[in-house]
């Protein structure tokens, strides 16, 4: 099992700093430059926030690890679409900030609140698997870094030959498979959510 959760945490780690960096260049070229660097500070939320939530349900989350990890990386799957999607859908006008700011300013909060869901998910899966057994922690870690890495650098040549939204299809296709080599295909009810998962992924690949 430990093999399992280090493969999906270094597939996960992936996902996320691809993703971040799919979303500076969707922000940077929907908008302007600067709101990308929005980015960061959302990622960050998402994890202190995905902390907190682990913290006050840790008992709870704990005791169901086998459900709460692959649910975790199926949602971060289909949200990393839902908000692709919806960040483009936003219509949000930068050159009236000043002139119209109200309008504006709940476009801005819209467009953080759809790209704070990714993060909040994967947050609380890796948040999740570094409550595990402490002689595990270390290997947990480097799969972390690994995925990370491999993300950052990955991602960045992919950019130069598949389109942004292509990037992002890979990058919800590798959270899936996370939580694919987590759940158990014997249970009848995780073998439901993960087809409805993957149905609603394709539905979203076809919308967006």
């Known amino acids: 099992m430990a093999s399992r959760i280090r493969l999906a945490v270094g597939l996960l780690s992936f996902t996320v700093i691809g993703f971040e960096l799919a979303l500076m260049r969707i922000l940077s070229l929907g908008f302007w430059y600067y709101f990308a660097a929005m980015v960061i500070s959302v990622a960050l ?3 202190g926030f995905s902390g907190t939530l682990l913290t006050l349900a840790q008992r709870r989350l704990t005791a169901q690890r086998g459900f709460w990890l692959p649910a975790l990386c199926f949602g971060t799957s289909l949200s990393i679409l839902i908000c692709a999607a919806g960040v ?17 300013w709940r476009h801005i909060l819209a467009i953080e609140l759809l790209m704070l869901l990714p993060f909040l998910l994967s947050g609380g899966f890796l948040g999740l698997v570094l409550m595990d057994r402490s002689s595990r922690i270390s290997g947990h870690y480097a799969a972390n870094l690994v995925g990370s890495g491999a993300g950052a650098l990955v991602s960045l040549v992919l950019m130069s030959y598949v389109t942004i939204p292509g990037l992002l299809f890979v990058l919800a296709l590798l959270s899936f498979s996370a939580g694919a080599a987590l759940t158990s295909w014997t249970n009848r009810r995780a073998v439901t959510g993960a087809v409805a998962v993957a149905a609603i992924g394709l539905a979203a690949m076809i919308f967006f």
């Open 45 to 47: 939320l998402g994890f």
């Open 88 to 104: 483009q859908h936003v219509p949000l006008d930068v050159h009236y900030l000043a002139w119209n700011p109200g309008a504006q």
